[in-house]
């Protein structure tokens, strides 16, 4: 096989960020003095994994830019900027390192000063596009729909799996109609639980995920 041919699977830090400045650009904005992140639509719209990320992405173009320092931020500054308590940033910190959307700084000076956090750029688009996607699912109203009676599980993973096995499942499903099921059925989630979750799930192969417009739907494999 040629390199020619090869080359055409290389894609550079730049490519991913010039793709992502596109997606952010409704999202977030940079300061141009202080280089500090701003966030452009209502934070209350958002889960915290999302704020979380938004954050992240833009400490990274901000860095880049040359306005930053560092491209990472202290579970401390995410809890200001946010304006989230620390105890629900560490825990969804925890879970986005283990996704590898996140990548935590474990050793001082090099790179990102230690125990600060930074956005992986290689999967940021795909964070973008998440969030543009559920941000387009919540804003369409689901009427007239009829919910599969599934019984309360305790386990948002199981609740969802026996979801989408259902008949109903058969069709690919948002993450607002998923969510809007699971209340149905008497288990109630968090924005942030249901789309962390099913983002998580799609990564470990448990369920499929497809693309209809701007939003993200799920199906069992």
Do not use: C
């Not at 992140?37 to 719209?45: F, G």
């Not at 230690?114 to 956005?119: A, C, F, L, R």
């Not at 924005?191 to 497809?210: A, E």
């Amino acid at each position: 096989m040629s390199k020619d041919v090869l080359n055409q699977l290389v894609v550079s830090e730049d490519d991913l960020l010039t793709e992502a400045v596109g997606k952010a650009k409704g999202l977030i904005a940079i300061e141009d003095k202080s280089g500090n992140v701003l966030v452009r639509v209502p934070k209350t719209s958002l889960p915290a994994r999302s704020l979380v990320h938004l954050y992240l992405i833009g400490t990274y173009f901000s860095h880049r830019m040359g306005k930053a320092e560092f491209a990472s931020m202290s579970p401390t500054s995410l809890s200001l900027a946010t304006g989230i308590d620390s105890d629900t940033i560490s825990a969804r910190l925890t879970e986005l390192v283990e996704s590898g959307s996140v990548r935590k700084a474990e050793k001082g000076p090099g790179k990102y000063p230690k125990g600060e956090y930074s956005i992986n750029p290689y999967v940021m688009n795909d964070i973008l596009d998440e969030i543009l996607s559920s941000r387009a699912s919540a804003s369409t109203p689901v009427q007239g729909e009829s919910y599969p009676d599934i019984g309360k599980h305790e386990n948002l993973t199981d609740g969802i799996i026996s979801l989408l096995q259902s008949t109903w499942g058969k069709k690919p499903r948002d993450w607002r109609e998923i969510q809007l099921a699971l209340r149905h059925n008497s288990m109630i989630f968090t924005d942030g639980s249901v789309t962390g979750t099913l983002t998580l799930m799609y990564q470990d192969h448990k369920l499929r995920r497809i693309k209809e417009g701007r939003a993200f739907k799920y199906l069992v494999p």
